[in-house]
């Protein structure tokens, strides 16, 4: 079982940055494939983006590309999501999730782990 913590959500204005961050406990965070998700009031989970365990690949959802990018530091069991050019449609609970599976998940139910979420509010 892995623990997920994220951190470095906050209030910004529109078309400014945010770095989110995840800590995982355990030293086998570079066996799992990781990935951010997030949820804004009175709708589903949607898919940001994801990144397999060296790093090597990355994918993005559309509604983000260009503008966040999703790395990690298996030395340091943390994922990050530099957010920038932000919108006010990016407001949102934003959650890291984890699984061992191989490959790059989309979609929710492809994650076992997940973390509490981290508020993300873009004022315009």
């Known amino acids: 079982q892995v623990q997920l913590v994220e951190s470095g959500g906050g209030l910004v204005q529109a078309g400014g940055s945010l770095r989110l961050s995840c800590a995982a406990s355990?030293?086998?965070?570079?066996?799992?494939?990781m990935a951010w998700f997030r949820q804004a009031p009175g709708k589903e989970r949607e898919f940001v983006a994801t990144?397999?365990?060296?790093?090597?690949?990355?994918y993005y959802a559309d509604s983000v590309k260009g503008r966040f990018t999703i790395s990690r530091d298996n030395a340091k069991n943390t994922l990050y999501l530099q957010m920038n050019s932000l919108k006010p449609e990016d407001t949102a609970v934003y959650y890291c999730?984890?699984?061992?599976?191989?490959?790059?998940?989309?979609?929710?139910?492809?994650?076992?782990?997940w973390g509490q979420g981290t508020q993300v509010t873009v004022s315009s």
């Open positions: 999730a984890a699984d061992v599976k191989d490959g790059l998940g989309s979609q929710s139910r492809w994650y076992a782990h």
């Open positions: 355990r030293r086998t965070f570079s066996s799992y494939t």
């Open positions: 990144i397999s365990w060296n790093g090597g690949n990355t």
